[in-house]
């Protein structure tokens, strides 16, 4: 069982829980589709629920506190295969199911209901998988994974707050250090990354690993109001800055821009000055995409903040994913010009060469005398 760092006096017991999350899924959103809807949990025995939800429903309260409760979740790997055809990766990594952040327009939380779970309860019922390293170290060696790229938070920030409880994160990539010719990205909000500087650049020794820090907008109270319990944008930043001057491949994910919200041409300039300011490499950025469960968080939250924008929202949104492909190649043709204006990449550059794979039986082969 995964520790954690501090021992409570009071801990809750078991409860049932709903929708789960799909084991092994990509949970990507270009491949991800709706899950049907599914009988509330409370009126569902715990002897009817299978896979992922069974496991949620078992797995013991650890924490709670800032009105969300923490579960340790047993797991049987830590890799999941993806096998869309709309993502540049094979392999990712959530150390955590459920994000404490709570951004308002996280299409990930249809994930929670495949547990069985509410996509609103997605940044108040965190689960914690178990075993993180050990499992992380097994799967590691698997020879499914050599010269494959493994994504970390695809789905869920790697260092949302349980991360400084649990160390889920800190323990996969204690592992990953352990091992060589690996290619890493991590996808995070969160300054707490500086914290494993050491063990990034131990990984980069021996690996490949870029670090993709997203901020959506330099506003402070408007990225309060979306990203309710994140780091602010300048925090993120200083922590890129960090992370380059200590030697690690970083950029900025502008993802995503949200219409009539973060798309202005100022703000967006602001954005990418900061990111070419803050050291990074690459500025990546998409707009808006939203699963039925994220549109069913999103819309009420538009209708309360931002009325004049509601309208809008439900013509794009109600009845497809995305924004129109017009205002999407707008967007796509104003970061074109930003990276060209603050002389800033649109991903990382690859690997070099002796940091790429390696077959570990065609190095015993040349060594064979």
Known sequence: MLPRRQKRPNETSLTLFPTAARHGNCESPGGASAPTPVPDW???????????????????CAEAKRGTEYFLLPVRSILNHCDSERVPFSWTVNPYRGCEFGCKYCYAR????????DGGEFESKIYV???????????????????????????????QPAEKEF?????????????????????????????????????????????????????????????????????????LRQLR???????????????????????????????????AQWIAASVLFLMPSSLKQFLP???????????????????NGYAPAEYRKEIS???????????????PDRPSAEKQWRSP?????????
């Open 129 to 159: 998988k178990q075993n993180a390293g050990p499992l992380a170290e097994r799967d590691l060696a698997s020879e499914k994974i050599w010269g494959e790229h493994i994504a970390i938070g695809t789905a869920t920030d790697p260092y």
């Open 42 to 60: 409370r009126t569902k025995p715990a002897t009817e629920l299978v896979g992922i939800a069974r496991l949620a429903a078992s797995s013991p």
């Open 301 to 319: 939250f538009i209708d309360a903040k931002f009325p004049k924008l509601a309208k809008r929202y439900r013509e794009w949104y109600a009845r």
């Open 167 to 239: 160390g889920a994160t800190r323990a996969i990539l204690e592992k990953m250090a352990e091992r060589e010719g690996l290619s890493l990205s991590i996808t995070t909000k969160s300054n707490q990354v500086v914290r494993d500087i050491e063990v990034l650049k131990r990984i980069t020794e021996r690996s490949s690993i870029t670090i993709h820090m997203t901020v959506t907008t330099l506003r402070t109270r408007l990225a309060r109001l979306l990203e309710p319990r994140a780091p602010r944008p300048d925090l993120r930043l200083a922590a």
């Open 110 to 117: 249809y994930t929670h209901e495949y547990m069985e779970l």
């Open 361 to 369: 039986q065609l190095a015993l082969e040349l060594n064979v005398p």
């Open 245 to 279: 001057d200590a030697g690690i491949n970083a950029g900025v994910n502008a993802m995503p821009v949200l219409p009539g919200l973060t798309d202005r041409q100022e703000d967006l300039d602001a954005l990418a000055r900061a990111a070419r300011d803050a050291g």
């Open 333 to 347: 043709g104003r970061f074109e010009h930003l990276r060209r204006k603050y002389a800033l990449g649109s991903r």
